[in-house]
């Protein structure tokens, strides 16, 4: 079985400046995928950035990147320029890379509150 | 495209009671997975269901159960409620073609058991 930990329940930053939000995992699978969700106070579960397991180059999105770390089993990620619209509860999650279903596995989550 | 969504958005229920929930993919997805979100067990796997097909199943008793229609719409359905099942209930479709495994989610049901 898979496992999820943000170890940082709450985070707080200034407009205009850079957070980083940890996450590590546990799993004895080698082909999985990693995600990054953000649930702002609507609840709607939004996607941020994705990863794939056998890509050893780190993803970004515009403001979002992530610092994969595979061999330590780290998925942390980074955003620039913070914006108020960044405040949200942010979820990493786990899924294997099977034809058979799809299935994810999430953190405790780390809410982020971007001050002005 | 219309994304996912979920019906009713708000519920509420009395213990013993039973609760269907509804969920419509993105055109064209045929796997949809259920979540439940509580603050304190987080977001948990259901289940997912592709091509009327249950496929995968989460660790919750047998009064949680599902089935989706030839539409890809999607139920869940709870019977003899508990108060522990309060909680948000997310459904998330995906494309079983896409590589990276993208899951699509609604805006979810809360559902309130007294």
């Known amino acids: 079985a898979q496992t999820v930990t943000q170890s940082q329940p709450e985070m707080s930053v200034q407009e205009a400046e850079t957070v980083t939000l940890s996450c590590t995992y546990d799993?004895?699978?080698?082909?999985?995928?990693l995600f990054w969700y953000k649930q702002p106070p609507s609840r709607q579960m939004i996607l941020v950035i994705r990863q794939e397991a056998y890509k050893q180059q780190n993803a970004t999105e515009n403001r979002f990147s992530v610092n994969f770390q595979k061999a330590a089993k780290s998925f942390s990620l980074k955003i620039s320029d913070s914006q108020l619209g960044d405040t949200a509860m942010y979820f990493c999650?786990?899924?294997?890379?099977?034809?058979?279903?799809?299935?994810?596995?999430f953190g405790e989550g780390t809410q982020l509150t971007v001050n002005p | 495209k219309a994304g996912v969504t979920q019906t009713p958005r708000y519920l509420i229920k009395t213990r013993g009671q039973q609760v269907t929930l509804s969920c419509s993919p993105i055109s064209g997805h045929r796997s949809v997975s259920w979540y439940q979100q509580t603050p304190g067990q987080g977001l948990q796997f259901l289940f997912e269901y592709f091509s009327e097909t249950q496929r995968n199943k989460g660790n919750f008793p047998g009064r949680f159960s599902g089935r989706q229609f030839s539409n890809s719409r999607s139920e869940m359905n709870v019977s003899t409620l508990e108060l522990g099942d309060s909680a948000l209930y997310l459904c998330?479709?995906?494309?079983?073609?896409?590589?990276?495994?993208?899951?699509?989610f609604g805006p979810g049901t809360r559902l309130t058991v007294l």
């Open positions: 799993t004895s699978e080698n082909n999985y995928y």
């Open positions: 998330a479709s995906k494309n079983p073609g896409l590589l990276y495994n993208e899951q699509f």
């Open positions: 999650a786990f899924m294997k890379r099977e034809t058979s279903g799809s299935r994810l596995t």
